[in-house]
């Protein structure tokens, strides 16, 4: 069992992948008032963070945290008028935690590529990069993979590129 958690009247903010508008009445919920200043900072990246992800979030603290660049540790607890948990067999697969690159094949696309970006030709920042991504079918063969810089991948995102 997984447990995930989700805002409650999420549908209420207008939103896309990249913003959240915040109506501000929130400023004026006494649920919203009675939390301490990190708690209202932790709830508001939080809700930034279930725009991203459709409004399915891991209930793990820790893992939050890293998310969305906490210095301090998060507490679900104090925001439980806010959120409402659920658990499910196992995770959706949008959800998944990605699938490592064996070190075998890291080291043989690095060497096929001349650890070098194949977009910039840079030998700084390099990651293995799927060509299709796995979200979309691509597997994790060499083939498939590509070195490039952390630039040209996060440049990249999720968008297909045609295989050369």
């Not at 279930?50 to 820790?62: I, Q, S, T, Y």
């Amino acid at each position: 069992m997984v447990d995930y958690f989700s805002f409650r009247n999420f549908r209420q903010f207008e939103r896309s992948r990249r913003e959240l508008r915040l109506p501000c009445d929130l400023l004026n919920d006494e649920r919203f008032r009675c939390l301490t200043d990190t708690q209202k900072a932790h709830l508001l990246c939080l809700l930034l963070l279930a725009a991203r992800m459709d409004n399915v979030l891991p209930n793990r603290p820790a893992k939050l945290g890293g998310l969305i660049g906490a210095t301090d540790s998060v507490d679900l607890s104090g925001l439980s008028d806010f959120i409402s948990v659920f658990s499910v067999e196992r995770a959706p697969s949008q959800y998944s935690e990605s699938r490592p690159v064996s070190d075998a094949a890291r080291a043989a696309v690095m060497v096929r590529d001349g650890a070098r970006c194949r977009c910039c030709r840079s030998a700084r920042n390099l990651e293995i990069d799927h060509i299709v991504p796995v979200s979309k079918g691509g597997t994790s063969e060499e083939g498939n993979l590509q070195t490039l810089c952390r630039r040209c991948n996060r440049r990249k995102w999720k968008k297909l590129v045609p295989r050369i």
